[in-house]
């Protein structure tokens, strides 16, 4: 049964750092695209980063260019999400998520509509 388990959430103040985990387990991760998405109060769940299969190939949202690094130890289950500098607007619900209906592929979907697995997320609060 596919799981995905998020970590590493948490309170900073504005400027500072997190690093989210998200654990894979019950299919063949390093077959998948995986993504990174957010969901702030009021606001739709949006993208803000995804990696294909293999880690070649990543996408990143403008507003996090720059600032966040996406990237998946295959050998572990694991993706990765370093967020630094970061702002109060980057306060939401984050969330890992997996397309399994396109595998090994570097061309990765963007949009949350497009991943079929998700996890039950990890809250960032960042302070000003």
């Known amino acids: 049964q596919e799981r995905l388990v998020e970590s590493g959430g948490g309170s900073v103040q504005a400027g500072g750092s997190l690093r989210l985990s998200c654990a894979a387990s019950?299919?063949?991760?390093?077959?998948?695209?995986m993504g990174w998405f957010r969901q702030g109060p009021g606001k739709e769940r949006e993208g803000v980063a995804v990696?294909?299969?293999?880690?070649?190939?990543?996408y990143y949202d403008d507003s996090v260019k720059g600032r966040f690094t996406i990237s998946r130890d295959n050998a572990k289950s694991t993706l990765f999400l370093v967020m630094n500098n970061l702002k109060p607007g980057d306060t939401a619900e984050y969330y890992c998520?997996?397309?399994?209906?396109?595998?090994?592929?570097?061309?990765?979907?963007?949009?949350?509509?497009?991943?079929?697995?998700w996890g039950q997320g990890t809250q960032v609060t960042v302070s000003s």
């Open positions: 998520a997996t397309d399994r209906l396109r595998p090994f592929t570097n061309r990765c979907k963007t949009g949350a509509s497009d991943y079929t697995g």
């Open positions: 990696i294909s299969f293999d880690g070649v190939t990543t």
């Open positions: 019950g299919f063949s991760f390093n077959r998948y695209c």
